[in-house]
C-alpha cells in the first residue's frame, strides 16, 4: 500500500549541477503532479500530466522538466540548479473520470527537501 | 487565475475548543479540497467538497460555491491537529490544476 513515492528524501546540490527527482504512484491514477514548496508559503504548481505521454507546465516551470512515459512514474528534472529552486519538492497523484462526479482527490507523496549551494 | 485567500493566517487555541478555518476564491470552481499538514511537513487529504457538507470525526467542511467560500470546522481539537491547513481550488472550465492559499497554522496547546 505505497501510494505516492518520492526519492531522494534529502539531497543537497551545488549551483550548476543537474538532478532528478523520482516519483512513482501505484494507485493507477491518471493525473500526476510536481510542486514546490517554498519556506512558510502554499505549494505552487510546476508540472502536471493527465496521462501517459501528455505533460504541460503550471505556474514555475522554469528551469525544470518532465516526462511521462509510464503512468506510474512522473520524474522531475533539474538543470543547472540556482539557489532559488532551494525548496522542498512534492509530487501528487489523482484520478480524474470522465463521468460528472467523478471526484479529483490528490494524494502526496512525502517530499523532497532539496537545498541548493 | 483564480486567487485563494485563507484565514486566519494563524490560530492558537486550547486543546479541547473548537475553529472555524475560512477559504475565499474568486471564481467558480468545480474542485475543491482542504488538506492538513503536520509538523513534519506530510500533507493529508481531508475533504474533497467543490460544494455542500460533509463530515468526518471532528472534522467538518462546508462549501457555499455561489458565495465562493469554504469553510473547515474542527471541534474538541487536540495536540495532533497542529499544523498548517491549506485549501486548494481549480475553476470550472479548467484543466484541475489545484491553486493553493497560504495556509492556516493552528496550534493547539495542551
Known amino acids: 500500500n505505497a501510494g505516492v513515492t518520492q526519492t531522494p528524501k534529502f539531497r543537497i546540490l551545488k549551483i550548476g549541477q543537474s538532478m532528478t527527482l523520482q516519483c512513482t504512484q501505484d494507485m493507477n491514477h491518471n493525473y500526476m503532479y510536481w510542486y514546490r514548496q517554498d519556506p512558510g508559503m502554499g505549494l505552487k504548481l510546476i508540472y502536471y500530466s493527465v496521462g501517459a505521454g501528455i505533460t504541460d507546465k503550471g505556474e514555475v516551470p522554469n528551469g525544470y522538466n518532465v516526462s511521462r512515459s509510464t503512468t506510474e512514474d512522473f520524474p522531475l528534472r533539474l538543470e543547472l540548479a540556482a539557489p532559488s529552486q532551494t525548496s522542498v519538492y512534492f509530487c501528487?497523484?489523482?484520478?480524474?473520470?470522465?463521468?460528472?462526479?467523478?471526484?479529483?482527490?490528490?494524494?502526496f507523496g512525502e517530499g523532497s527537501w532539496l537545498t541548493v549551494v | 487565475g483564480i486567487q485563494v485567500e485563507q484565514s486566519p493566517p494563524d490560530l492558537i487555541l486550547q486543546e479541547g475548543a473548537n475553529s472555524t478555518l475560512r477559504c475565499n476564491f474568486s471564481?467558480?470552481?468545480?474542485?475543491l479540497q482542504w488538506f492538513h499538514q503536520n509538523p513534519w511537513g506530510q500533507l493529508i487529504n481531508l475533504f474533497y467538497i467543490p460544494s455542500g457538507t460533509k463530515q468526518n470525526g471532528r472534522l467538518s467542511a462546508t462549501t457555499v460555491a455561489t458565495e465562493r467560500y469554504s469553510l473547515l470546522y474542527i471541534s474538541s481539537s487536540q495536540t495532533t491537529d497542529s499544523g498548517v491547513y491549506f485549501c486548494a481550488v481549480a475553476p470550472n472550465f479548467g484543466n484541475e490544476k489545484l491553486t493553493f492559499g497560504t495556509g492556516t497554522r493552528l496550534t493547539i496547546i495542551p
Open positions: 501528487a497523484s489523482s484520478y480524474k473520470g470522465t463521468g460528472t462526479g467523478t471526484g479529483n482527490t490528490i494524494y
Open positions: 471564481d467558480s470552481v468545480n474542485n
